[in-house]
């Protein structure tokens, strides 16, 4: 595909949502000079899960406070995110990779790993399986890990206030949600960026990253 998948993944509180909003406006500056005669349609942001009116739903029903009267159980958890990731890859994502847009995608199947395997110690072979299924074999062409540490990121969450039921869980589950993706961070489409800083220094690394890979992706 002409187009390619850009996918931000870390810890609750690294900082994706802000980068992905940085680096959107940086893109648009790049592709306006027109330095490339290949160069991508253009750059959407997106998001999992929500990144459809149907994920919206599903999205709603994942991280709205757990009910006293029913917690959703692990396997629900997974099967929810699967199905949300199925709708946006089909409805979304390849018709935007296809039409030749950057995508730029706040989490991705890492996050399934990360979450649901370490985090909830859910079985990984089923996990990449159900993933394949969801994705229909689609994988990122970059995705930046921002590395956070446990306490840090969680502290960020505090300051904002309201937090939603993935970020409610305790410390040892974030714990091995970060041990998740370092265990990913080997893959070769993973680069790891270091998001204690300010976010100017982390969007200085994240946009330095991604100039060398449009350079390889679109520059013959």
Known sequence: MHGKLIVFEGIEGSGKTTQIQLVHRWL??????????????????????????????????LLQPASPDEEITSTSELLLYAADRAQHVEQVLVPALQAGYLVLCDRYTASTVAYQGYGRQLNLD??????????????????????????????????????????????DFHRRVHQGFAAQAQSPQFVTVDGSLNPAAVAEQVQAIIRQHLQAWYAL
Do not use: C, F, Y
């Open 126 to 171: 089923l996990i990449h399986q159900l993933n394949t299924i969801a994705t229909g074999g689609l994988t990122s062409d970059l995705t930046l890990w921002l590395k956070l540490e446990v306490d840090k990121g969680l502290g960020r969450m505090t300051k904002r206030g309201e937090t939603d039921r993935i970020e409610q869980a305790g410390i």
């Open 28 to 61: 648009e500056e790049v592709l306006a000079a027109g330095q490339w005669p290949n160069q991508p349609t253009g750059v959407m942001v997106t998001r999992q899960p929500g990144g459809t009116h149907i994920g919206q739903e599903i999205r709603r029903v």
